[in-house]
């Protein structure tokens, strides 16, 4: 799957510094989908709540009979939905299959309670979210493989919000899936197949773990999909991948995420080829592999590149200048864990990272807070890719420079990291480890530029000295050896000097999810009247 192959090829970039060196608008993506002002359609309720039985027993008998502009109100109980299991897939290679698959535009899936509406991949009669083997569902079989399943699963259809509700155990297999909630708009075409969606109050998590052959992949997932778009109040954890993952979708992505928090992944947010306005804030990552990343590659999640530049040439009313990719007022700490599940190129993410952006442009990382990260706050870093380009893709055309024995490396350009705070960074005390550090491979690339952050420590040392200001044409590569060489043992590509202090994995270790997360204040808000919510409020 193109998304299982997004993410810093460390060691691909390492090889190549040891060669020879020779619009939305004002571009704010806050605008939210028309989902969450809707007070009209009919309301088809799922469960029993407080002794009042629902029209279905299940939440895809509602999906299945909800029209353009209808809601599906979901009571507490634990869903054990099987339609993807009792009917085969036609298409498996783009994730077309779900335990809940939506294909009707403008429906809104709303549970009532954050914490006990729970969308549950094991068996039938098992406890809720086991995570004993046996319990499991690994998906229909197709060649004779189980090919996993997906969660919620939105396919193609604009202006789909899904609410305040938990998914847990949707894993891996032969077929694109091991995703939470995710709006596909058609996993790895090109095209945008999608525009509007919204999510909040969401969780995503597994509690088994058999190996990464079948580790939950995503927690909550766009692809293909276009804006307006928001996401707020959502959790994810025990990803080998990524919590969170918006990518494929261009200059176009249209995308506020607010109040996110994403812990124990491999990353906590991980953005292949996705840009123009997306804006992050007021989240947190904690005790990830690597905290965040987002990159630009040829082969996975097309087209290239990564580009936070503002649609149609405009001006974030946020940074003031034509990034309108800005992660802000958040906190990365503590992303020192070995532990995770990880896979693919994720598993290549430098433990011990606040933030990695790789082979971007034109983002801006401002006020934000990096701390305990033993290796490095925000590392700022080529993305080589030797794949075959995906269609009709070309290196240069899609910003890159080929180099001999690696293949197309996207250097990163334009990243402005400004007033964000740095703390205990680097503690793991290997050379080079520091609150920002930045490899560049070629010369002629924009620069990035450091203003005004209070750290430390950088690698290498000048870097604020030598980069004050961004787009300025490099005239030589930023390519510190000393870097390289620890870059490549936390990476895991090369063995590590006998002196370097890296965290190793014991094993992979699953963390419960936090009691009591916030669930949404008033799940009746817009909601038409019905035997559960009257006026706007549940009765």
Not at 136 to 149: S, Y
Not at 379 to 386: A, C
Request: charge should be negative.
């Amino acid at each position: 799957m193109a998304t299982g192959s997004t993410r810093t090829k460390l060691a691909v970039a390492a090889a190549a510094l040891l060669l020879p060196v020779g619009l939305l608008a004002g571009c704010s993506s806050s605008s939210s989908s028309s989902s969450s002002s809707t007070s009209s359609g009919q309301v088809l309720t799922v469960g029993t709540y407080q002794g009042k039985k629902g029209q279905y027993m299940t939440i895809q008998a509602a999906v299945n009979a909800a029209k353009s502009g209808d809601w599906v109100l979901v009571a507490p109980g634990d869903y054990k939905e099987t339609a993807d299991l009792t009917t085969t897939p036609a298409n498996t290679d783009h994730g077309h299959f779900g335990a809940v698959l939506v294909s009707t535009p403008n429906i809104h899936i709303r549970g009532l309670n954050r914490n006990t509406v729970v969308v549950d991949s094991t068996k039938a009669g098992a406890p809720e979210c086991s995570s004993k083997a046996a319990d499991q569902q690994f998906g229909a079989v197709v060649d004779g493989k189980a090919i996993g399943r997906n969660g919620v699963l939105v396919w193609k259809a604009n202006n789909v919000s899904v609410d305040n509700l938990t998914t847990c155990n949707f894993l891996s297999g032969s077929g694109d899936a091991g995703n939470g909630v995710w709006w596909n708009g058609g996993a790895d075409t090109a095209k945008i197949g999608m525009k509007g969606y919204s999510g909040s109050y969401l969780t995503a998590s597994s509690t088994y773990y058999g190996g990464e052959n079948t580790a939950a992949s995503y927690g909550i997932f766009s692809q293909d999909a276009a804006g307006p778009a928001t996401w707020s109040n959502i959790y994810g954890s025990n990803m080998n991948d990524s919590g969170m993952y918006v990518g494929a979708c261009m200059q176009v992505c249209g995308i506020t995420i607010d109040k996110a928090w994403m812990e124990y992944n491999a990353l906590g947010y991980s953005g292949t080829n996705s840009g123009g306005a997306i804006v992050i804030k007021n989240s947190t990552f904690n005790n990830n592999e690597d905290g965040f990343d987002t990159n630009t590659q040829i082969n996975g999640d097309p087209p290239a590149p990564q580009n936070g530049a503002c649609p149609n040439n405009g001006i974030s009313p946020i940074t003031h200048t034509h990034s309108c990719w800005v992660v802000m007022d958040s906190v990365f700490k503590d992303n020192n864990n070995p532990n995770t599940p990880k896979a693919g190129n994720a598993a290549q993410g430098p433990t011990g990272t606040g933030m990695t952006i790789s082979g971007g442009k034109n983002d801006t990382v401002m006020n934000n807070t990096f701390e305990n990260n033993g290796a490095w706050g925000v590392f700022v870093l080529p993305y080589p890719d030797s794949s075959t380009p995906e269609m009709n893709q070309s290196c240069t055309g899609t910003g890159g420079i080929e180099m001999a024995a690696f293949g197309c490396v996207y250097d990163p350009q334009n990243i402005k990291v400004q007033g964000n705070t740095f703390t205990n960074n680097g503690f793991f005390k290997n050379p080079s480890n520091a609150d920002i550090a930045q490899l560049v491979l070629n010369a002629g690339r924009a620069s990035n530029c450091f203003i005004d952050n209070k750290l430390t420590s950088t690698a290498p040392s000048d870097l604020v000295a030598k980069f004050p200001k961004c787009g300025v044409p490099l005239s030589e590569p930023s390519a510190d050896p000393t870097l390289l060489a620890q870059v490549l043992c936390d990476s895991g590509f090369t063995s590590c000097a006998s002196n370097a202090v890296y965290p190793q994995t014991t094993g992979v270790v699953l963390h419960p999810l936090p009691k009591n997360l916030t669930t949404m204040p008033n799940p009746c808000l817009n909601v038409p009247n019905n035997i559960w919510c009257s006026d706007g409020k549940l009765s």
